[in-house]
């Protein structure tokens, strides 16, 4: 069965620098999205991306972070200027529907 | 602004018994009712989806029901296993299209003991 992939799968940056999640969502899916779960918290949307474009922002989803899909099979999240509070898990989802299949997540710690 | 709650964060069953999990959500009505299972350290994983027009679902061992009267899911798992020890998330769809983000529930943590 197709999966999303997420590369790497832990992450440790130094504050205020710059790091990019990469996702290989499913390959036949049309929307693809982010969350992030805060360790011991729920998991939060943070984009949608459709059609080359961001469909949906949450409000965490400000100015530090960006999206691409720079060919036919990747989809990164880029988080400028990565702060403490970034610490968390970062989940790839692709849907071509209303399930979203979840990629294993990239662990980023911000020390 | 739509509303969901599980019934508990923790809950503690018996192995072979059944375990009921509960969502209700709040301020609208959803066309349909995703269940998702997420392990530590995991990403959420899809189990069943059920439409309003659908009382019931079944998977193996798992079964959901949907109110729409009550506007509430149950989740069963019968005769449950230390495996299906998760954090079960219930997840309606956003207010608008169905092709958008998943909004999960705060979930429900379930340890199956031996």
């Known amino acids: 069965e197709p999966e999303v992939t997420q590369t790497p799968s832990h992450q440790v940056t130094q504050m205020g620098q710059e790091v990019i999640l990469r996702c290989v969502p499913i390959s036949n899916h049309l929307y693809f999205y982010w969350y992030r779960q805060i360790l011991g918290q729920k998991v939060e949307f943070l984009v949608s991306f459709y059609n080359n474009e961001i469909s949906e922002k949450s409000e965490i989803f400000d100015d530090q972070f960006s999206v691409e899909r720079p060919d036919g099979s990747n989809f990164t999240l880029k988080i400028r200027s990565t702060k403490l509070e970034d610490s968390a898990m970062y989940f790839c989802a692709s849907s071509e529907g209303s399930t979203n299949h979840f990629g294993p997540g990239t662990r980023l710690t911000v020390t | 602004s739509q509303k969901i709650e599980q019934n508990s964060e923790a809950l503690n069953i018996q192995e072979g018994k059944t375990a009921t999990l509960t969502c209700n959500y709040t301020?609208?009505?959803?066309?349909?009712l995703q269940w998702y299972r997420q392990d530590p350290g995991r990403g959420p994983v899809f189990l069943l989806l059920i439409r309003e027009n659908e009382k019931e679902k079944r998977k193996e061992r798992l079964k959901v029901t949907f109110d729409t009267t009550l506007k509430q899911s149950l989740f069963h798992i019968t005769a449950s296993q230390p495996a299906d020890s998760a954090t079960y998330l219930c997840a309606p769809p956003p207010l608008k299209t169905s092709y958008d983000k998943v909004i999960f529930g705060p979930g429900t943590s379930l340890s199956v003991i031996p």
């Open positions: 301020n609208y009505s959803p066309a349909y």
